[in-house]
């Protein structure tokens, strides 16, 4: 918050005013998994029973949430269910999606910015992040 408020005179009345929506973890299950199972694991751990990866055999498990939400600029999906990168069968198809959206929907008015912060390779990506041309509103 020190960089939000640097160069306010009283930032703490800025505080104040501002009302501050943190949630810590948005995949509690994919998370729980990366630090007993895959350190890199990326999807939550939404089964798809009957469905398995051709070349293990093991079953499939996950949607990446962050290409879940409908929209674009999300970066490469695939729609196999094996894949580390898929998107789901439908947009907002996963409950921690859902809920995202949901808490967005409700307090839409008052929003000024949503901040995702990710740990996937230990990257910094903003929503444009596929491609290096600015957006035309930047």
Not at 59 to 67: F, H, S, T
Not at 110 to 137: E, M, R, V
């Amino acid at each position: 918050s020190d960089l939000f408020l640097y160069g306010l005179k009283n930032p703490e009345l800025h505080l104040k005013d501002i009302d501050w929506y943190i949630a810590p973890i948005l995949n509690p299950d994919g998370f729980v998994f990366t630090r007993t199972e895959d350190r890199l694991w990326r999807k939550n751990r939404r089964p798809f029973p009957g469905v398995s990866n051709p070349k293990s055999h093991d079953p499939c498990y996950g949607v990446d949430l962050n290409r879940n939400f409908a929209g674009t600029g999300f970066g490469e999906y695939d729609y196999n269910r094996c894949a580390n990168n898929h998107m789901g069968d439908y947009a907002e198809s996963e409950p921690e999606t859902k809920a995202v959206v949901n808490t967005i929907n409700k307090f839409k008015e008052n929003i000024k910015i949503y901040i995702s912060f990710h740990s996937y390779g230990g990257y910094w990506l903003t929503s444009w992040a596929h491609t290096t041309d600015l957006p035309q509103n930047y």
